[in-house]
């Protein structure tokens, strides 16, 4: 069974905040405006690295996990991977919160298409 965790990106400190169960305080201020929240997939990379949603990997992956359902988006065109990347081939090389805000443009919108694909039942594969 695969591990919860979830950490918290702080909008206003800019920092990572790793979460401490269900009653971390953090937990309790859970808007847009406050804090980002993103959850542990229950894949590590190649180092042992914990992978969380919008992860950057490879330089060239964004991880995105929605309901229960882990895809990885090609961040330089918004291609969802449909063929599956092995585990020791995933490196963790950025964080979505450490992107220029021009990229993080681009990448919310592949994000939000594939959020859409998830919500209209496309299959997506991720790690094998």
């Not at 808007?31 to 969380?52: A, F, H, L, N, P």
């Not at 994000?111 to 991720?126: H, V, Y």
């Amino acid at each position: 069974m695969r591990e919860i965790k979830f950490r918290a990106w702080l909008l206003n400190e800019k920092r990572m905040h790793y979460i401490d169960g269900f009653y971390d305080p953090v937990m309790s201020y859970n808007d847009e405006e406050t804090c980002i929240i993103v959850q542990y997939t229950g894949i590590k990379d190649t180092s042992g690295k914990e992978i969380y949603d919008l992860h950057i990997l490879n330089n060239k992956f964004i991880v995105v996990f929605y309901q229960y359902i882990v895809c990885i988006v090609d961040i330089s065109n918004g291609d969802i991977l449909k063929k599956g990347l092995k585990r020791d081939e995933l490196e963790i090389t950025g964080e979505y919160f450490s992107l220029p805000e021009d990229s993080k443009r681009s990448v919310d919108k592949y994000i939000r298409q594939a959020e859409s694909a998830f919500k209209n039942q496309e299959i997506c594969f991720a790690v094998v």
